[in-house]
């Protein structure tokens, strides 16, 4: 117990808001990324596609564990 909290339900909690939140701060990353190469419209689309492919994953990874609970 850590702070009245079990580790499965501290390892729940950064498993769904902590990973939503760094993901977040991927996309700004990302987007940064972008405004500083100067990549435009195109560029920017090309750079979120290769690298948020990963986030889309995780995304359809949370969707398909809620259907299969519900």
């Known amino acids: 117990m850590i ?16 990973v939503g939140a760094f ?8 987007l940064q990324l972008a405004r500083q190469s100067k990549a435009g419209k195109f560029g920017t689309f090309v750079i ?13 990874k949370i969707i398909i564990q809620w259907w299969i609970e519900k």
């Open 48 to 60: 979120f596609l290769g690298l948020g492919v990963g986030f889309v994953g995780y995304l359809a």
């Open 3 to 18: 702070f009245g909290y079990t580790e499965e339900q501290i390892a729940h909690f950064f498993l769904t808001w902590g």
């Open 23 to 30: 993901i977040l701060f991927m996309v700004f990353i990302i």
